[in-house]
């Protein structure tokens, strides 16, 4: 079964500072890959995913994600974040046929911004 | 406006109480999916459907049940609510299995005591 590590529960950076968000998977696979920000109280908004092709993608909000099959890795990443950048982020992978039969979902990495 | 609606957004249970939380898209998305989320755990898929009349469970079906009569709705039911199920249930739904992912509805927070 496919499975996602997030290895930092929490992340501190100040405002105007580079950002990367650490994403592990284990996926038999080539894996449909995801990442989703949470803002306090709301539900998930996709950033990025990735499926095929290019393996740099860029998302909405400034951000990208690489993916790396040899490290089976897919880190999010931002040159420069704003304090309205804070709130939850989770990886996700879907399982076979992209996700037709749900995603498996990280824990989070809870992101602070300092001023 | 279009996306994925989910009611009630807040309700409060009785151990042993049944209900279902409703789960709406207008999007006429086959693929429609539950999760719970708790505190430090993510989000855990609970039950899945890829289409009208078929479902099939996740990694925390137990103590749940769905059903998919027709592709707009995908009501989850709690069949006998215990205090482990508090917790906040979010709905999606996406368009293709082709890794476009999926659109989120803004969760149900429920508490059993």
């Known amino acids: 079964a496919q499975s996602v590590t997030q290895p930092d529960i929490h992340i501190t950076v100040s405002e105007g500072a580079s950002l990367e968000l650490r994403c592990n998977y284990s996926y038999g696979a080539t894996p449909y890959l995801f990442w989703y920000v949470q803002s306090p109280g709301q539900g998930l908004q996709l950033l990025l995913k990735?499926?095929?092709?290019?393996?740099l993608v860029q998302g909405i909000k400034g951000f990208e994600a690489e993916f790396k099959r040899s490290q089976s890795s897919f880190n999010l990443r931002k040159p420069s974040v704003h304090w309205s950048d804070a709130a939850e982020y989770f990886c996700?992978?879907?399982?076979?046929?992209?996700?037709?039969?749900?995603?498996?979902f990280g824990k989070g990495t809870h992101l602070i911004i300092q001023p | 406006n279009a996306g994925v609606t989910q009611t009630p957004k807040f309700q409060v249970l009785k151990t042993g109480q049944s209900m279902t939380l409703q789960c709406a898209q207008d999007m006429n998305h086959e693929y429609m999916s539950w999760y719970r989320q708790d505190p430090g755990m993510g989000l855990r898929l609970i039950h899945y459907s890829v289409g009208a009349g078929i479902t099939d469970q996740g990694e925390v079906p137990n103590g749940y049940n769905v059903s998919r009569s027709t592709t707009e709705d995908f009501p989850l039911r709690l069949l006998s609510a215990a205090p482990s199920q508090t917790s906040v249930y979010f709905c999606?739904?996406?368009?293709?299995?082709?890794?476009?992912?999926?659109?989120f509805g803004s969760g149900t927070r429920l508490t059993v005591v």
């Open positions: 990735y499926f095929s092709g290019d393996t």
């Open positions: 996700a992978v879907g399982a076979r046929g992209g996700g037709a039969d749900g995603l498996t």
């Open positions: 999606a739904s996406s368009y293709s299995d082709r890794g476009y992912g999926y659109t």
